[in-house]
């Protein structure tokens, strides 16, 4: 401590050493300083003197940054190829996600829109329905089977007809526990009784083997068929309810020589195109065995609808009592008018 005592003491001797007016202006500059900041931080007269110093000491602040920026554009002047390269590729790879991203949400529109088309099929048809989604397709290129994520423990049974959001698309012919295998009407093994929606004209529609083709068999030469009819399901033999949209004719060759015509018609149901699908629970019940219950259960709600509206109907008020005779006064009556004083 003696030793820092006497460090400090040649620094002091050289401060009065120079006089008192060095000591003197320090302590006028220390309180003008003091005064400055004060009047600076309570009042705005100093206002405009700093605004004018900060317009004067503006290119000093240039000056000062100019070698920072000189630093950073030689910087980007003079990067390295690879940190490009990389950065390149780091932009690359965003913008496949993107594109990913954007292919998704077409897909999932286009999802959409066959899914309400699919719902809007099910608000119209009467019976039962289970939508099911494809997953599989037949490898043989002669059969034409598809696979679908419905079976047994779904409710499919075997014959169950299968359509889409436009019309009939085939049959399941084979159940498994979770999934099940629809054979299509284009299939060469497939049939199906379809009539003329316009004049009800009966036929067979056959596959064959071409995914846009079906074939009308036996129809005779003179039958009223043109191109351009709407062949619906008939509903013969029992597997395919009757009504539903198979196929438009597109063609009709009639031959005079030929005892039956040739008629083409191309399937209203996107069968290579359609993804999701609704399998048909039909009515077991025949259509007598409908109309009755259908007219029973109407005659039942008919009379509980009387019975409610007759318990809610007011009750007629009861007669009332005849009125007691007014009791005899004891004072005897009057004479008439006529009597004896």
Same mark, same amino acid.
């Given at each position: ?16 050493s120079?006089g ?14 003091a ?19 900060g ?11 100019l ?6 554009g ?32 077409? %897909?999932?529109?286009?999802q @959409?829109?066959?899914?309400r &088309? *699919?719902?809007?099929? #099910?608000?119209?048809? +009467?019976? /039962? ?8 397709v ?8 598809i696979?679908?994520d ?12 299968v359509l ?6 085939g049959?399941v012919v084979?159940?498994m ?16 009784p ?8 009966r036929?067979? %529609?056959?596959?064959?083997? @071409?995914p846009?083709?079906? &074939? *009308?068999r036996?129809? #005779?030469d003179?039958? +009223?068929? /043109? ?9 013969m ?9 198979v196929a438009?004719?597109?063609?009709v060759i009639h ?11 191309v399937?209203?149901a ?11 629970f ?10 009755s ?5 109407q ?5 509980q609808?009387?019975e ?10 009861t007669?009332a ?21």
């Open positions: 401590m003696v030793e820092a005592c006497s460090r400090e003491e040649p620094a002091i001797k050289l401060l009065f120079k008192p007016s060095l000591v003197m202006r320090m302590l006028v500059l220390a309180v003008l300083a005064t400055l900041m004060v009047v600076d931080a309570r009042f705005d007269t100093l206002k405009p003197v700093r605004s004018q110093l317009l004067v000491l503006t290119p000093f602040y240039w000056l000062a940054d070698p920072v920026r000189i630093r950073d030689i910087n980007q002047q003079f990067s390295s190829r690879s940190e490009l390269l990389a950065e390149n590729e780091k932009l690359k790879a965003e913008a496949l996600l993107m594109q990913r991203r954007l292919q998704k949400l077409a %897909a999932l529109t286009e @959409n829109v066959r899914l &088309e *699919l719902l809007n099929s #099910a608000a119209l048809v +009467d019976e /039962k329905v289970l939508v099911g989604e494809l997953i599989g037949d490898p043989n290129p002669f059969t034409h089977r696979l679908i419905k079976g047994e423990r779904d409710g499919v049974f075997l014959g169950q007809p889409d959001a436009r019309g009939l698309m049959q084979e159940v526990p979770y999934t099940a295998r629809v054979l299509l009407l284009t299939d060469t093994t497939h049939s199906i379809v009539q003329v929606n316009r004049n009800g004209l036929a067979i %529609a056959v596959g064959t083997g @071409n846009e083709r079906l &074939e *009308l036996h129809v #005779a003179t039958a +009223d068929i /043109k191109e351009g009819d709407l062949l619906v399901s008939s509903g033999g029992q597997r395919f309810p009757a009504g539903y949209p438009v004719v597109s063609e031959d005079s020589g030929q005892p039956f015509a040739i008629v083409r018609a399937p209203t996107a069968l290579n195109r359609t993804r999701y699908m609704l399998m048909v039909s009515d077991p019940r025949s259509p007598e065995q409908r109309a219950e259908a007219a029973q259960a005659e039942a709600h008919d009379r609808l009387a409610q509206a007759k318990s809610q109907a007011p009750q007629p008020a007669e009592a005849p009125a007691p005779a007014p009791a005899a006064s004891a004072r005897p009556a009057p004479t008439g008018a006529g009597g004896a004083r």
